[in-house]
């Protein structure tokens, strides 16, 4: 069964930091390229984060560049994403997805909660 299961959400004060979390199951997760993605409220989702393998290459928003970073833990199934000096605008659900091809697996979200 597939699976992909994001965690490490909360309340945070701003200036303060999170890790999100995205463990997958039942796909070969290590050959997917994984992004993180945001919603907030009354907002269109925007691509946060990618990593790609080989060689793990990374992008990332304008808006969250030298805060945020992307890695992955092959061994463990797992991606991360460091959320460093946050603030009140990165309040959003994130999610994970899971990318191959035309496949893709999505997570079901946690929420990030940044008070001023």
């Known amino acids: 069964q597939v699976q992909v299961v994001e965690s490490g959400g909360g309340l945070v004060q701003a200036g303060g930091s999170l890790r999100l979390a995205c463990a997958a199951s039942g796909f070969t997760f290590n050959t997917y390229a994984v992004s993180w993605y945001r919603q907030a409220p009354g907002k269109e989702r925007e691509l946060v984060a990618t990593i790609i393998d080989p060689g793990d290459s990374t992008n990332y928003a304008e808006s969250v560049k030298g805060r945020f970073t992307i890695s992955r833990n092959n061994a463990k199934d797992t991606v991360y994403l460091q959320m460093n000096s946050l603030k009140p605008e990165d309040t959003a659900v994130y999610y994970c997805?899971?990318?191959?091809?035309?496949?893709?697996?999505w997570g079901q979200g946690t929420q990030v909660t940044v008070s001023s």
């Open positions: 997805i899971a990318q191959w091809g035309t496949t893709n697996y």
